[in-house]
Protein backbone atom coordinates (compact mmCIF):
# COMPACT_ATOMS: atom_id res chain seq x y z
CA UNK A 1 0.00 0.00 0.00
CA UNK A 2 1.21 3.42 -1.25
CA UNK A 3 1.68 5.84 2.06
CA UNK A 4 1.90 9.43 2.08
CA UNK A 5 4.72 10.62 4.57
CA UNK A 6 4.15 13.92 4.09
CA UNK A 7 3.45 16.93 6.48
CA UNK A 8 2.59 20.67 6.20
CA UNK A 9 4.15 23.71 8.34
CA UNK A 10 1.97 26.07 7.05
CA UNK A 11 2.63 26.11 3.26
CA UNK A 12 5.95 24.24 3.63
CA UNK A 13 5.43 21.12 2.85
CA UNK A 14 8.28 18.36 4.30
CA UNK A 15 8.26 14.79 2.38
CA UNK A 16 8.26 13.30 6.12
CA UNK A 17 8.39 14.94 9.21
CA UNK A 18 12.40 14.13 9.72
CA UNK A 19 14.18 17.63 10.06
CA UNK A 20 17.32 18.04 12.13
CA UNK A 21 18.20 20.50 14.54
CA UNK A 22 20.25 23.59 14.64
CA UNK A 23 23.76 23.23 15.86
CA UNK A 24 23.76 19.67 15.60
CA UNK A 25 23.82 19.82 11.59
CA UNK A 26 26.64 21.92 10.66
CA UNK A 27 25.43 23.19 7.51
CA UNK A 28 24.80 20.09 5.98
CA UNK A 29 27.88 19.67 4.31
CA UNK A 30 29.58 17.62 7.09
CA UNK A 31 26.85 14.67 6.56
CA UNK A 32 26.93 14.46 3.07
CA UNK A 33 29.01 11.04 3.34
CA UNK A 34 26.43 9.64 5.84
CA UNK A 35 22.81 11.20 4.68
CA UNK A 36 21.50 11.81 1.43
CA UNK A 37 19.97 15.22 2.72
CA UNK A 38 17.34 15.91 0.05
CA UNK A 39 15.58 12.57 1.96
CA UNK A 40 14.88 14.66 4.51
CA UNK A 41 12.14 17.00 5.53
CA UNK A 42 14.02 18.78 6.08
CA UNK A 43 17.79 20.78 7.72
CA UNK A 44 17.84 23.56 10.29
CA UNK A 45 21.03 25.12 9.69
CA UNK A 46 23.63 26.30 12.64
CA UNK A 47 22.28 29.82 13.73
CA UNK A 48 22.83 32.97 12.50
CA UNK A 49 24.09 36.22 13.93
CA UNK A 50 24.19 39.70 12.53
CA UNK A 51 27.86 39.60 13.08
CA UNK A 52 30.32 36.61 13.29
CA UNK A 53 30.68 35.13 16.62
CA UNK A 54 33.63 33.49 18.00
CA UNK A 55 31.77 31.40 20.75
CA UNK A 56 32.72 30.55 24.25
CA UNK A 57 36.35 29.48 25.55
CA UNK A 58 36.97 25.57 26.12
CA UNK A 59 35.98 23.61 27.77
CA UNK A 60 32.20 23.23 25.48
CA UNK A 61 31.06 20.07 25.91
CA UNK A 62 30.72 17.70 28.35
CA UNK A 63 29.06 13.86 28.63
CA UNK A 64 26.37 13.48 31.44
CA UNK A 65 24.24 10.23 32.06
CA UNK A 66 22.06 10.01 28.89
CA UNK A 67 23.28 13.13 27.54
CA UNK A 68 25.03 16.20 27.54
CA UNK A 69 25.95 19.64 28.34
CA UNK A 70 27.16 22.31 25.75
CA UNK A 71 27.95 25.66 25.87
CA UNK A 72 29.28 26.22 22.28
CA UNK A 73 28.20 29.71 22.57
CA UNK A 74 26.67 30.89 19.38
CA UNK A 75 29.70 30.27 17.44
CA UNK A 76 29.43 31.48 14.00
CA UNK A 77 30.08 32.76 10.87
CA UNK A 78 27.71 36.25 10.59
CA UNK A 79 25.06 36.90 8.23
CA UNK A 80 27.76 38.26 5.80
CA UNK A 81 29.27 34.90 5.12
CA UNK A 82 26.27 32.64 5.63
CA UNK A 83 25.04 34.39 2.70
CA UNK A 84 27.88 34.74 0.35
CA UNK A 85 29.95 31.87 1.47
CA UNK A 86 27.68 28.82 3.04
CA UNK A 87 24.42 29.61 1.02
CA UNK A 88 26.61 28.65 -2.17
CA UNK A 89 27.13 25.40 -0.69
CA UNK A 90 23.82 24.90 0.56
CA UNK A 91 22.03 25.04 -2.29
CA UNK A 92 24.12 22.37 -4.12
CA UNK A 93 22.93 19.94 -1.47
CA UNK A 94 19.76 19.46 -2.53
CA UNK A 95 17.75 19.85 1.08
CA UNK A 96 15.03 22.00 1.90
CA UNK A 97 16.79 24.31 4.53
CA UNK A 98 15.48 26.49 7.31
CA UNK A 99 18.07 28.74 8.56
CA UNK A 100 17.99 29.70 12.60
CA UNK A 101 18.68 32.97 13.39
CA UNK A 102 19.31 34.79 16.84
CA UNK A 103 20.25 38.03 17.86
CA UNK A 104 21.04 40.92 20.88
CA UNK A 105 18.23 42.78 20.30
CA UNK A 106 14.92 43.47 18.37
CA UNK A 107 16.88 45.19 15.89
CA UNK A 108 19.26 42.18 15.25
CA UNK A 109 16.11 39.91 14.76
CA UNK A 110 14.67 42.49 12.44
CA UNK A 111 17.92 43.00 10.17
CA UNK A 112 18.69 39.16 9.89
CA UNK A 113 15.20 38.36 9.02
CA UNK A 114 15.18 41.60 6.02
CA UNK A 115 18.33 40.25 4.54
CA UNK A 116 17.74 36.74 4.47
CA UNK A 117 14.47 37.26 2.89
CA UNK A 118 16.39 38.20 -0.38
CA UNK A 119 18.48 35.28 -0.51
CA UNK A 120 16.95 32.47 -2.62
CA UNK A 121 17.05 28.46 -1.40
CA UNK A 122 15.63 28.83 1.96
CA UNK A 123 12.15 27.38 3.00
CA UNK A 124 12.13 29.26 6.05
CA UNK A 125 13.33 30.74 9.26
CA UNK A 126 13.70 29.61 13.15
CA UNK A 127 13.75 31.97 15.51
CA UNK A 128 16.37 31.19 18.36
CA UNK A 129 15.16 32.81 21.39
CA UNK A 130 16.89 31.47 24.02
CA UNK A 131 19.50 33.96 23.44
CA UNK A 132 19.68 36.73 26.53
CA UNK A 133 18.22 40.07 25.36
CA UNK A 134 21.27 42.77 26.35
CA UNK A 135 18.96 45.51 26.58
CA UNK A 136 17.18 44.19 29.03
CA UNK A 137 20.25 42.74 31.58
CA UNK A 138 20.60 39.77 29.47
CA UNK A 139 17.09 38.27 30.31
CA UNK A 140 16.48 35.83 27.61
CA UNK A 141 13.40 36.80 24.87
CA UNK A 142 12.35 33.27 25.31
CA UNK A 143 11.03 33.90 28.74
CA UNK A 144 9.06 36.44 28.74
CA UNK A 145 5.99 35.92 26.66
CA UNK A 146 5.44 40.09 26.10
CA UNK A 147 9.43 40.18 24.70
CA UNK A 148 8.60 36.77 22.76
CA UNK A 149 6.03 37.88 21.33
CA UNK A 150 7.96 41.08 19.86
CA UNK A 151 10.84 39.17 18.27
CA UNK A 152 8.00 36.93 16.75
CA UNK A 153 6.11 39.89 15.24
CA UNK A 154 9.49 41.69 13.63
CA UNK A 155 10.63 38.66 11.87
CA UNK A 156 7.27 38.02 10.71
CA UNK A 157 7.12 41.47 9.31
CA UNK A 158 9.83 41.06 7.90
CA UNK A 159 9.67 37.55 6.10
CA UNK A 160 7.69 36.40 3.14
CA UNK A 161 8.59 32.62 4.36
CA UNK A 162 7.39 30.54 7.34
CA UNK A 163 8.46 31.41 10.68
CA UNK A 164 9.66 28.71 13.24
CA UNK A 165 9.92 30.12 16.70
CA UNK A 166 12.39 28.13 18.40
CA UNK A 167 11.07 27.69 22.35
CA UNK A 168 12.83 27.50 25.28
CA UNK A 169 12.21 25.18 27.90
CA UNK A 170 13.60 27.25 31.18
CA UNK A 171 10.23 28.82 31.93
CA UNK A 172 7.69 28.13 34.52
CA UNK A 173 4.62 27.49 31.64
CA UNK A 174 5.32 27.09 28.61
CA UNK A 175 2.12 27.18 27.14
CA UNK A 176 1.98 31.37 28.06
CA UNK A 177 4.91 31.82 25.41
CA UNK A 178 3.57 29.15 22.68
CA UNK A 179 0.46 31.30 22.81
CA UNK A 180 1.99 34.46 22.99
CA UNK A 181 4.01 34.20 19.34
CA UNK A 182 1.19 32.05 18.19
CA UNK A 183 -1.14 35.60 18.29
CA UNK A 184 1.85 37.45 17.14
CA UNK A 185 1.42 35.34 13.69
CA UNK A 186 3.93 32.47 13.61
CA UNK A 187 3.75 29.79 11.08
CA UNK A 188 4.98 26.88 13.49
CA UNK A 189 6.56 26.70 16.83
CA UNK A 190 9.47 24.40 17.54
CA UNK A 191 10.39 23.08 21.47
CA UNK A 192 12.32 22.78 22.99
CA UNK A 193 15.73 23.70 23.30
CA UNK A 194 18.41 22.96 25.66
CA UNK A 195 17.71 22.74 29.41
CA UNK A 196 20.27 24.53 31.54
CA UNK A 197 22.49 22.56 33.42
CA UNK A 198 25.77 21.98 35.42
CA UNK A 199 28.48 19.35 35.81
CA UNK A 200 31.24 19.30 38.24
CA UNK A 201 34.42 18.09 38.57
CA UNK A 202 35.16 16.89 41.82
CA UNK A 203 39.00 15.91 41.36
CA UNK A 204 39.98 19.74 40.39
CA UNK A 205 36.63 21.11 42.36
CA UNK A 206 35.69 23.26 39.25
CA UNK A 207 33.23 23.46 36.94
CA UNK A 208 33.29 20.95 33.92
CA UNK A 209 32.17 23.40 31.39
CA UNK A 210 34.15 26.87 31.05
CA UNK A 211 30.85 28.56 30.80
CA UNK A 212 29.98 26.86 33.99
CA UNK A 213 26.63 26.64 33.12
CA UNK A 214 25.59 24.63 30.08
CA UNK A 215 22.74 23.31 27.64
CA UNK A 216 21.55 19.68 28.20
CA UNK A 217 20.43 17.86 25.31
CA UNK A 218 20.07 13.96 24.51
CA UNK A 219 17.88 11.16 25.88
CA UNK A 220 18.23 12.13 29.08
CA UNK A 221 15.75 15.04 28.38
CA UNK A 222 13.13 13.51 25.97
CA UNK A 223 10.31 12.50 28.89
CA UNK A 224 10.63 16.29 29.32
CA UNK A 225 10.51 17.79 25.93
CA UNK A 226 7.50 15.17 24.92
CA UNK A 227 5.69 16.51 28.12
CA UNK A 228 6.18 20.14 26.49
CA UNK A 229 5.17 19.30 23.21
CA UNK A 230 2.20 17.80 24.55
CA UNK A 231 1.33 20.81 26.93
CA UNK A 232 1.99 23.35 23.94
CA UNK A 233 0.09 21.04 21.05
CA UNK A 234 -2.93 21.16 23.08
CA UNK A 235 -2.94 24.87 23.56
CA UNK A 236 -2.28 26.31 20.24
CA UNK A 237 -3.49 25.62 16.73
CA UNK A 238 -0.27 26.63 14.56
CA UNK A 239 1.98 23.06 13.96
CA UNK A 240 4.79 21.83 16.30
CA UNK A 241 7.62 20.25 15.64
CA UNK A 242 9.09 18.94 18.37
CA UNK A 243 12.45 18.48 19.54
CA UNK A 244 14.09 17.07 22.96
CA UNK A 245 16.91 13.78 22.86
CA UNK A 246 14.63 12.47 20.17
CA UNK A 247 17.30 8.76 18.81
CA UNK A 248 14.92 6.51 17.67
CA UNK A 249 11.84 5.92 15.31
CA UNK A 250 9.90 4.98 18.34
CA UNK A 251 10.78 8.14 19.77
CA UNK A 252 9.69 9.96 16.84
CA UNK A 253 5.86 8.17 16.53
CA UNK A 254 6.03 9.34 20.61
CA UNK A 255 6.35 12.96 19.40
CA UNK A 256 3.89 13.08 16.82
CA UNK A 257 0.99 11.22 19.09
CA UNK A 258 1.93 13.79 21.53
CA UNK A 259 1.09 16.81 18.60
CA UNK A 260 4.17 16.90 16.75
CA UNK A 261 3.50 17.72 13.04
CA UNK A 262 7.39 17.06 12.38
CA UNK A 263 10.33 16.30 14.39
CA UNK A 264 13.64 17.28 14.57
CA UNK A 265 17.19 15.19 15.54
CA UNK A 266 19.81 16.89 17.71
CA UNK A 267 22.19 15.27 19.76
CA UNK A 268 21.44 11.57 18.28
CA UNK A 269 23.35 13.16 15.05
CA UNK A 270 26.69 13.21 16.80
CA UNK A 271 26.41 9.48 17.74
CA UNK A 272 25.11 8.51 14.66
CA UNK A 273 25.78 10.85 11.72
CA UNK A 274 23.17 8.50 9.47
CA UNK A 275 20.75 8.56 11.84
CA UNK A 276 18.23 10.93 10.53
CA UNK A 277 18.31 9.53 6.87
CA UNK A 278 17.79 6.07 8.89
CA UNK A 279 14.90 7.30 10.64
CA UNK A 280 13.17 8.76 7.51
CA UNK A 281 13.50 5.09 5.97
CA UNK A 282 12.01 3.70 9.46
CA UNK A 283 9.13 6.20 9.40
CA UNK A 284 7.66 5.00 6.07
CA UNK A 285 8.13 1.52 6.70
CA UNK A 286 6.26 2.12 10.40
CA UNK A 287 3.30 3.57 8.29
CA UNK A 288 3.51 0.94 6.08
CA UNK A 289 3.46 -1.79 8.70
CA UNK A 290 1.14 -0.33 11.12
CA UNK A 291 -1.70 0.53 8.35
CA UNK A 292 -1.92 3.99 8.22
CA UNK A 293 -2.41 5.75 5.00
CA UNK A 294 -0.68 9.26 6.11
CA UNK A 295 1.72 10.48 8.48
CA UNK A 296 -0.72 13.18 9.72
CA UNK A 297 -2.92 10.43 11.35
CA UNK A 298 -0.18 10.33 13.43
CA UNK A 299 -0.41 13.82 14.61
CA UNK A 300 -1.63 14.52 18.23
CA UNK A 301 -3.31 11.30 18.48
CA UNK A 302 -3.12 11.26 22.74
CA UNK A 303 -4.68 14.85 22.20
CA UNK A 304 -7.91 13.26 20.60
CA UNK B 1 36.22 16.31 1.83
CA UNK B 2 38.10 13.28 2.42
CA UNK B 3 36.68 10.18 2.65
CA UNK B 4 35.12 8.98 5.81
CA UNK B 5 32.87 6.00 6.75
CA UNK B 6 30.97 4.41 9.52
CA UNK B 7 32.22 0.44 9.60
CA UNK B 8 30.72 -1.78 11.56
CA UNK B 9 33.99 -3.55 12.58
CA UNK B 10 35.36 -7.07 14.11
CA UNK B 11 37.02 -7.43 17.25
CA UNK B 12 40.03 -9.32 16.50
CA UNK B 13 41.92 -8.98 19.67
CA UNK B 14 41.73 -6.28 22.84
CA UNK B 15 44.39 -6.73 25.40
CA UNK B 16 46.26 -5.51 28.25
CA UNK B 17 49.61 -3.81 27.32
CA UNK B 18 50.22 -2.08 30.05
CA UNK B 19 48.72 -0.42 33.31
CA UNK B 20 45.45 0.38 32.84
CA UNK B 21 46.02 0.15 29.09
CA UNK B 22 44.32 -2.31 26.68
CA UNK B 23 45.28 -2.35 23.06
CA UNK B 24 42.31 -3.47 20.42
CA UNK B 25 43.09 -4.37 17.07
CA UNK B 26 39.62 -4.58 14.56
CA UNK B 27 39.28 -6.04 11.15
CA UNK B 28 38.06 -2.48 9.28
CA UNK B 29 39.05 -2.43 5.67
CA UNK B 30 37.69 1.12 4.41
CA UNK B 31 38.47 2.94 7.44
CA UNK B 32 42.22 1.37 7.55
CA UNK B 33 42.44 1.54 3.85
CA UNK B 34 41.95 5.25 4.14
CA UNK B 35 43.65 6.15 7.20
CA UNK B 36 46.69 8.79 7.48
CA UNK B 37 48.90 9.33 10.63
CA UNK B 38 47.50 11.32 13.11
CA UNK B 39 44.14 11.00 12.38
CA UNK B 40 41.54 9.23 14.62
CA UNK B 41 38.02 7.47 14.82
CA UNK B 42 34.57 7.75 16.54
CA UNK B 43 34.12 4.84 19.04
CA UNK B 44 30.76 3.61 19.37
CA UNK B 45 31.41 1.91 23.63
CA UNK B 46 27.63 1.88 24.57
CA UNK B 47 26.30 -0.86 22.19
CA UNK B 48 22.56 0.56 22.04
CA UNK B 49 22.44 1.96 25.24
CA UNK B 50 22.40 5.78 25.96
CA UNK B 51 25.19 5.46 28.92
CA UNK B 52 27.58 6.42 27.56
CA UNK B 53 26.22 7.90 24.96
CA UNK B 54 28.76 9.91 22.66
CA UNK B 55 31.38 8.16 20.85
CA UNK B 56 35.20 8.41 22.18
CA UNK B 57 37.71 9.57 20.02
CA UNK B 58 40.99 7.52 19.44
CA UNK B 59 43.74 7.58 17.40
CA UNK B 60 44.99 5.28 15.16
CA UNK B 61 48.06 3.31 16.65
CA UNK B 62 48.36 1.16 13.38
CA UNK B 63 46.64 0.66 9.94
CA UNK B 64 47.85 -2.17 8.07
CA UNK B 65 46.31 -5.46 6.01
CA UNK B 66 42.45 -4.28 6.78
CA UNK B 67 42.80 -4.17 10.55
CA UNK B 68 43.08 -1.50 12.33
CA UNK B 69 44.58 -0.90 15.64
CA UNK B 70 43.78 1.14 18.92
CA UNK B 71 45.67 1.85 21.85
CA UNK B 72 43.45 3.19 24.77
CA UNK B 73 43.30 3.99 28.61
CA UNK B 74 40.40 3.26 30.64
CA UNK B 75 39.60 6.69 32.37
CA UNK B 76 35.45 6.33 32.55
CA UNK B 77 32.59 4.09 31.82
CA UNK B 78 33.28 4.41 28.07
CA UNK B 79 36.94 2.99 27.90
CA UNK B 80 36.11 0.80 30.75
CA UNK B 81 33.11 -0.74 29.22
CA UNK B 82 35.23 -1.02 25.48
CA UNK B 83 37.97 -3.19 27.53
CA UNK B 84 35.03 -5.60 28.07
CA UNK B 85 34.88 -6.47 24.19
CA UNK B 86 35.01 -10.01 23.49
CA UNK B 87 37.26 -10.89 20.01
CA UNK B 88 34.69 -11.75 17.14
CA UNK B 89 32.34 -9.24 18.44
CA UNK B 90 31.29 -5.90 16.31
CA UNK B 91 32.05 -2.48 17.04
CA UNK B 92 30.85 0.63 15.24
CA UNK B 93 33.68 2.53 13.97
CA UNK B 94 33.38 6.37 12.32
CA UNK B 95 36.29 7.83 10.57
CA UNK B 96 38.98 8.09 9.51
CA UNK B 97 38.57 11.96 10.72
CA UNK B 98 40.43 15.06 11.38
CA UNK B 99 44.11 16.45 9.52
CA UNK B 100 47.02 14.05 10.59
CA UNK B 101 50.54 14.45 10.54
CA UNK B 102 52.12 16.49 7.55
CA UNK B 103 55.05 14.16 6.09
CA UNK B 104 58.47 16.20 4.38
CA UNK B 105 61.59 15.41 3.41
CA UNK B 106 63.82 16.64 6.54
CA UNK B 107 67.10 15.88 7.30
CA UNK B 108 66.02 13.79 11.06
CA UNK B 109 62.48 13.16 12.02
CA UNK B 110 61.90 12.74 15.88
CA UNK B 111 59.14 11.25 17.17
CA UNK B 112 58.09 12.45 20.69
CA UNK B 113 55.72 10.44 22.84
CA UNK B 114 54.51 10.31 26.43
CA UNK B 115 52.53 8.09 28.30
CA UNK B 116 49.46 7.44 25.91
CA UNK B 117 50.47 9.85 23.38
CA UNK B 118 52.37 7.20 21.95
CA UNK B 119 49.38 6.19 20.26
CA UNK B 120 49.34 7.87 17.08
CA UNK B 121 53.16 7.97 16.75
CA UNK B 122 53.55 3.98 15.23
CA UNK B 123 51.32 4.61 12.57
CA UNK B 124 53.42 7.37 12.10
CA UNK B 125 56.91 6.04 12.38
CA UNK B 126 55.69 2.96 10.26
CA UNK B 127 54.32 5.27 7.32
CA UNK B 128 57.80 7.26 7.33
CA UNK B 129 59.92 4.17 6.96
CA UNK B 130 57.31 3.32 4.22
CA UNK B 131 57.58 6.55 2.27
CA UNK B 132 60.92 8.20 3.37
CA UNK B 133 62.92 5.00 4.01
CA UNK B 134 66.21 7.04 3.46
CA UNK B 135 65.56 9.86 5.74
CA UNK B 136 67.08 9.90 9.53
CA UNK B 137 64.51 8.83 11.97
CA UNK B 138 64.84 8.61 16.04
CA UNK B 139 61.83 8.10 18.39
CA UNK B 140 61.77 9.27 22.00
CA UNK B 141 59.65 7.92 24.69
CA UNK B 142 59.02 9.10 28.13
CA UNK B 143 56.29 7.60 30.97
CA UNK B 144 56.05 8.18 34.77
CA UNK B 145 58.10 4.61 35.17
CA UNK B 146 59.30 1.79 32.91
CA UNK B 147 55.80 -0.27 32.54
CA UNK B 148 54.32 3.18 31.63
CA UNK B 149 56.84 2.96 28.55
CA UNK B 150 53.76 1.49 26.37
CA UNK B 151 54.63 -1.17 23.04
CA UNK B 152 58.01 0.25 23.50
CA UNK B 153 59.06 -3.12 21.47
CA UNK B 154 56.90 -2.15 18.56
CA UNK B 155 58.83 1.24 18.19
CA UNK B 156 62.01 -0.91 18.49
CA UNK B 157 61.41 -2.65 15.20
CA UNK B 158 61.14 0.30 13.11
CA UNK B 159 63.61 3.20 14.34
CA UNK B 160 66.69 3.39 16.89
CA UNK B 161 64.27 4.57 20.23
CA UNK B 162 65.77 6.68 23.38
CA UNK B 163 63.72 6.73 26.83
CA UNK B 164 63.37 8.94 29.37
CA UNK B 165 61.48 8.32 32.80
CA UNK B 166 60.23 10.06 35.73
CA UNK B 167 61.55 7.73 38.29
CA UNK B 168 64.85 6.56 36.48
CA UNK B 169 63.64 2.89 35.90
CA UNK B 170 64.73 3.19 32.65
CA UNK B 171 66.23 5.53 30.56
CA UNK B 172 67.09 9.17 31.30
CA UNK B 173 66.00 10.05 35.02
CA UNK B 174 63.94 13.05 33.92
CA UNK B 175 61.63 14.59 31.32
CA UNK B 176 61.73 13.82 27.71
CA UNK B 177 62.67 17.25 26.82
CA UNK B 178 65.85 17.01 28.95
CA UNK B 179 66.47 13.99 26.64
CA UNK B 180 65.52 15.79 23.82
CA UNK B 181 67.66 18.79 24.43
CA UNK B 182 71.01 16.30 24.84
CA UNK B 183 70.64 13.76 22.37
CA UNK B 184 69.26 15.66 19.29
CA UNK B 185 71.48 18.21 17.69
CA UNK B 186 71.14 20.00 14.23
CA UNK B 187 68.16 20.49 12.31
CA UNK B 188 65.06 17.92 12.67
CA UNK B 189 61.55 18.10 12.21
CA UNK B 190 59.92 17.24 15.37
CA UNK B 191 56.31 15.23 15.72
CA UNK B 192 55.12 14.92 19.32
CA UNK B 193 51.60 13.82 21.06
CA UNK B 194 51.73 13.26 24.82
CA UNK B 195 50.01 14.99 28.15
CA UNK B 196 49.95 18.47 27.83
CA UNK B 197 52.66 20.14 29.88
CA UNK B 198 54.95 17.67 28.02
CA UNK B 199 53.93 19.21 24.90
CA UNK B 200 54.29 22.27 25.80
CA UNK B 201 58.19 22.13 26.76
CA UNK B 202 58.68 20.21 23.34
CA UNK B 203 57.16 22.59 21.60
CA UNK B 204 59.03 25.81 23.20
CA UNK B 205 62.18 23.93 23.07
CA UNK B 206 61.76 23.31 19.27
CA UNK B 207 60.92 27.03 18.84
CA UNK B 208 64.42 28.12 20.28
CA UNK B 209 66.18 25.41 18.27
CA UNK B 210 64.14 26.31 14.98
CA UNK B 211 62.90 23.17 15.03
CA UNK B 212 59.28 22.77 12.52
CA UNK B 213 56.97 20.88 15.43
CA UNK B 214 53.36 19.17 14.92
CA UNK B 215 51.41 19.08 17.89
CA UNK B 216 48.43 16.26 18.18
CA UNK B 217 45.81 17.27 20.30
CA UNK B 218 43.15 15.80 22.68
CA UNK B 219 40.30 17.21 23.48
CA UNK B 220 36.65 16.93 24.98
CA UNK B 221 34.69 16.48 21.79
CA UNK B 222 30.94 14.71 20.89
CA UNK B 223 31.22 14.19 16.89
CA UNK B 224 34.28 14.21 15.74
CA UNK B 225 33.04 15.36 11.99
CA UNK B 226 33.00 19.75 13.05
CA UNK B 227 28.96 19.78 13.58
CA UNK B 228 29.08 19.98 17.39
CA UNK B 229 31.96 22.75 17.66
CA UNK B 230 32.62 21.64 21.38
CA UNK B 231 36.47 20.70 20.82
CA UNK B 232 37.87 24.09 20.15
CA UNK B 233 41.62 25.61 21.36
CA UNK B 234 42.22 28.51 21.04
CA UNK B 235 44.62 30.27 18.10
CA UNK B 236 47.74 31.86 18.79
CA UNK B 237 48.02 35.58 18.28
CA UNK B 238 44.31 35.50 17.06
CA UNK B 239 41.92 38.06 18.49
CA UNK B 240 38.10 38.57 19.33
CA UNK B 241 36.72 37.15 15.84
CA UNK B 242 35.23 34.43 14.58
CA UNK B 243 38.30 32.96 13.84
CA UNK B 244 39.60 32.89 17.49
CA UNK B 245 39.33 29.04 17.89
CA UNK B 246 40.40 25.96 15.48
CA UNK B 247 38.56 22.72 16.40
CA UNK B 248 40.71 19.71 16.75
CA UNK B 249 38.08 17.47 14.82
CA UNK B 250 38.69 19.28 11.44
CA UNK B 251 41.59 21.55 12.21
CA UNK B 252 43.58 18.95 13.95
CA UNK B 253 43.66 16.97 16.06
CA UNK B 254 47.74 17.77 14.60
CA UNK B 255 48.61 21.49 14.22
CA UNK B 256 51.70 23.42 13.70
CA UNK B 257 52.72 24.54 17.33
CA UNK B 258 52.91 27.63 16.76
CA UNK B 259 49.00 27.81 15.12
CA UNK B 260 47.73 27.79 18.72
CA UNK B 261 48.41 28.17 22.69
CA UNK B 262 49.04 24.84 24.09
Not at chain 1, 23 to 51: D, H, Q, R, W
Request: proline letters at 5%; aromatic letters at 4%; charged letters at 20%.
Amino acid sequence: MAVDTSVNIGDLNLANPIMTASGTFGYGEEFTPFVNLSSLGAIVVKGISLNPRPGNPPPRVVETASGMLNAIGLQNVGVDRFITEKMTMIRTLGAKVVVNILGDSLDDYRELAARLDDVDGIAAIEVNISCPNVKKGGVAFGTDPLMAAKVADVVVRQSSRPVIIKLSPNVTDITVIARAVEEAGVTAISLINTLMGMAIDIRTARPKLANIIGGLSGPAIKPVALRMVYQVASVVKIPVIGIGGITTLDDVIEFMMAGATAVQIGTANFVNPAVSGELVVGFKKYLEDSGRSTATELIGCVLR
Amino acid sequence: MALQYLENGEILENEVVGPDTWRMAIRAPKITDAAQPGQFVMVAVGHESSDPLLRRPLSIHRAENDVLTLLYRIVGKGTKLMSHMKRGEDISLLGPLGKGFQLHATEHHCLVGGGLGVAPLLFLAKEIKRRLPDEKMTILLGGRNSKELLVLADFQHVAPVLVATDDGSQGLHGLITALLDQEISGPATIYTCGPSPMMKGVASLARHRNWPCQVSLETMMACGMGACLGCTVQRAGIDETEKKYVHVCKDGPVFEAGEIWL
